[in-house]
């Protein structure tokens, strides 16, 4: 395929579609109009001025669930199981997207049980209220909910997504929402397991332990697995004793080795294009442009002389083609020429960056972080201002979206892989109209995601095909395919001003930040079902606190003000890697950088004189310096420092780069970490490792060109992503923190760009105020 042109996409653009706005989604919270108790409905509604109020009295207060046993394996609670011998199996509710999660929660347990980590192994949950992923669902229902109920607003989401059995994986809340529970199953099953013990030796169980996998009280010996059916049948007491932190045999702060490793060097691990099944045909699919309303032809005369095609799947806004082989399905496809009706004018760059200016001359803007008074700061005085921009960023996984699914009478299987299971079976069963629990769901590995998997519309159209085909049907997205229909993380721009004081303090500060709200739009896609479209439409003119989130800076600046205008792009936008803290960093550090220049004052002090409610994030700053040899961001030196704070983590970060025919070379990623006591340090490595290259390629590439509904470019290699030879030493020190593991998935990503741009300015003598950031100097 040549670059920049998507074969069998021809556009019949004949305007406005006809099909209307959706309404308000039923599952937004601070609609509450409906009063029926659904898997939507998270409050009740009184009557209008008589408040609303939780639906306690037909809620469980306490949720009871055995995790499904095997023969040989005895469950103890929700999340371990053992088997006779001695294995010890952790249920896992979260999705391995490569950030090791698997190994981390059966690090967790084993640590607490006193398991030998050889005899470890992980499996996925089932359904079930306590696999709920709480601190994810507060993070979407958070704004609407706190604003309703103030400080019952936690505990109504809690319970919603307990009921609802809302399994979601990202935001890196896996560890900080589980570990509680998860330390609490291995401190159960170490009781009970010496209580059965204890019977047997007749001794009391406080005096038993559990190390290697072995229970003894110092005399006696015996196997867990020897014991474990008749632990089962004790009662542990109502005061768990846990074992303390910082013990020299302790597995929990150790580079266990990952659990998934071993399978996928040696290629046993299963993802979605490693699944066969017999009679098992192959689908590619076509979904047309960007804003594509529905399909309104195709040649299908030329798609059958295609050897090996098998048939033709049509639905209103996409057609596939089966064959027995992905290879014959994708020419066939290509042949087909589906052309697709635009619902309005095509999206480009033009129209999403008018789209974005014109959104901050709306009425819809709100207010989300404010102290002091800005206006009375900013009467009179000179401001320095500055305007910033960040285009879409797509996910660009290695793996394109793909699932399998076969349809039988009343039994609808998918293996797929994704984060959010329940959501992606409610919807298959929504399409075809089928009871939800006819429908499972295999959660699969995934070959990357970067939030991309929260989406559900592969195993869906899969399922569709496999009903048609009347066959098992493997669907895969081309590359074009997966870029195209791509929901990238929206684009944004931000006008930001601040006033100095006569001693180079910030004063006051304003920023004004126009863009979409990525993370409703994609609630309303997969809970609700709605299309694109109806998700862009039902949005329109919601602000919400997610799509400023990383711009309340830790910074003591007396007067402060972050205003949110919700814009109307007609793009779709989703979750990905660190959400709206991506760009929210990009604007608040690039602006801080400005001001330090401005206030003549080396930009690390300029920070650390105005951190002092914030002592770890200044001792992130002061250790980076130190690891990086920071030389003050002098002129000529090609270093940049930038730092972040996000939910309870900091993290300081120093790039040296510089130009190297006619490209950007970095040279050193240097990054200081408080992320609290992490569970695996070489997997939190990984992580930011991971996040900090990501948030390189998100600095100088990831962005599409958009031209008439269509990115510009279709293939990985257009997107300038970093390679090993691009990036040069990466050094990460953690802090030795003793608070409890927050999330690293995440935080490695937002502080690389402004780094990056205050390092380019300085031999550059230019500013940095776009993503991606090349050729865009001011």
């Known amino acids: 395929m040549a670059p920049g042109r998507a074969t069998g996409r021809r556009l019949a653009d004949t305007g406005k579609s006809d099909a209307g706005p959706a309404g308000r989604l039923a599952a937004t919270l601070d609609g509450l109009r409906d009063v029926r108790f659904s898997r939507r409905t998270l409050l009740t509604g009184a ?3 008589g408040g609303l109020a939780l639906a306690w009295s037909v809620w469980p207060r306490h949720y009871t669930q055995i995790a499904d ?18 294995q010890v199996i952790v249920v896992v509710p979260q999705a391995e997207l490569g950030q090791g999660v698997f190994t981390l929660f059966a690090q ?21 209220p306590l696999y709920a992923n709480r601190l994810l669902a507060r993070e979407w229902f958070d704004g609407p909910v706190k604003r309703t109920f103030g400080s019952w607003g936690d505990s109504a989401v809690d319970e919603y997504a307990r009921r609802s059995a809302l399994m979601l994986t990202g935001g890196s809340t896996s560890v900080a929402n589980f570990a509680p529970d998860l330390r609490q199953a291995g401190a159960t099953a170490r009781v009970l397991l010496c209580m059965a013990a204890a019977a047997r030796w007749d001794v009391t169980w406080e005096s038993c332990d559990i190390a290697g996998g072995i229970v003894s009280d110092g005399t006696h010996k015996a196997r867990i697995g020897d014991l474990a059916q008749e632990a089962a049948a004790y009662t542990p007491p109502v005061v768990l004793p846990y074992r303390p932190d910082g013990r020299d045999d302790a597995l929990f702060g150790t580079d266990a080795p990952r659990l998934d490793i071993p399978a996928k060097i040696d290629g046993s691990a299963n993802y979605a294009a490693d699944i066969r099944l017999p009679d098992m045909l192959f689908a590619a699919i076509r979904q047309g442009p960007v804003n594509a309303a529905r399909l309104t032809s195709i040649n299908e005369a030329a798609a059958r002389k295609v050897s090996g095609m098998v048939g033709i799947v049509r639905e209103a806004g996409w057609v596939a083609v089966t064959g027995r082989n992905w290879w014959a399905a994708n020419q066939a496809l290509d042949r087909l020429d589906p052309v697709f009706e635009l619902d309005g004018p095509a999206v ?19 207010r989300y972080f404010s102290r002091g008074d800005l206006s009375s700061v900013f009467d009179g005085a000179r401001i320095v201002r500055a305007d910033y921009a960040v285009a879409p960023a797509l996910h660009l996984a290695l793996e394109p979206m793909a699932a399998t699914a076969r349809v039988r009478e009343g039994d609808v299987e998918v293996w797929m892989p994704t984060q959010a299971p329940v959501l992606a079976r409610q919807a298959i069963a929504r399409a075809l109209d089928v009871a939800e629990g006819s429908v499972t769901v295999y959660p699969l590995f995934a070959g990357g995601s970067f939030g991309l998997k929260m989406e559900v519309d592969a195993g869906v159209q899969a399922a569709l095909i496999a009903r048609a085909a009347q066959a098992p049907v493997q669907l895969m997205w081309s590359r074009s395919e997966d870029i195209i229909r791509d929901c990238p993380r929206p684009p944004a721009k931000a006008r930001m001003a601040a006033r100095l004081n006569q001693t180079g303090l910030i004063e006051g500060w304003s920023a004004k930040v126009a863009a979409p709200d990525g993370l409703a739009q994609l609630w309303s896609r997969i809970a609700d079902g709605a299309t694109r479209r109806e998700a862009i439409d039902a949005m329109a003119g919601e602000s919400h606190e997610r799509a400023v989130s990383g711009m309340d800076v830790p910074y003591a600046i007396p007067n402060f003000a972050v205003d949110h205008y919700p814009a109307d792009i007609g793009l779709p936008g989703g979750r990905w890697r660190s959400n709206a803290d991506s760009y929210g960093a990009f604007f608040t550090e690039s602006f801080v950088n400005e001001l330090a220049f401005v206030a003549g004052v080396e930009p690390l002090s300029f920070r650390i004189q105005m951190l002092g409610a914030h002592p770890r994030l200044a001792q992130c700053l002061t250790t980076v310096a130190t690891l990086g040899g920071w030389q003050g961001g002098i002129r000529g030196s090609g270093q940049g420092i930038a730092c972040h704070k996000m939910r ?11 130009f190297a025919g006619g490209q950007v070379s970095v040279r050193r990623l240097v990054a200081a970490v408080d992320c609290g006591r992490q569970v695996n340090p070489a997997i939190a490595r990984q992580q930011i490792e991971g996040g900090m290259i990501f948030g390189l390629a ?8 958009y031209r008439n509904a269509l ?9 300038g992503l970093p390679r090993l030879a691009d990036v040069g030493d990466v050094m990460i020190e953690f802090m030795d923190s003793p608070g409890d593991p927050v999330g690293v998935g995440e935080i490695g990503v937002p502080a690389v760009a402004p780094a990056l741009a205050s390092a380019l300015s300085t031999i550059t003598g230019k500013r940095y105020r776009q993503l991606p950031m090349l050729g865009v100097a001011v």
């Open 711 to 719: 990115p510009a470019k279709m293939r990985l290699r257009d997107y």
């Open 69 to 86: 046993a095997a023969k040989g394996e005895t469950a103890f609670g929700a999340f371990v199981k053992i088997d006779r011998g001695g």
């Open 108 to 128: 967790i347990v084993a640590d607490e049980l006193g398991a030998d980590w050889r005899t470890v192994a992980v499996q996925p949950a089932p359904p079930g």
């Open 648 to 658: 309870d983590g900091y993290i300081a970060v120093m790039v040296e780069a510089g």
């Open 47 to 49: 009557a209008i001025g």
């Open 698 to 705: 998100m600095a100088l590439g990831a962005s599409p060109s």
């Open 348 to 366: 480009d760059d033009a129209s999403v960056g008018q789209a974005l200016d014109t959104a901050f001359e709306g009425d819809d803007g709100a």
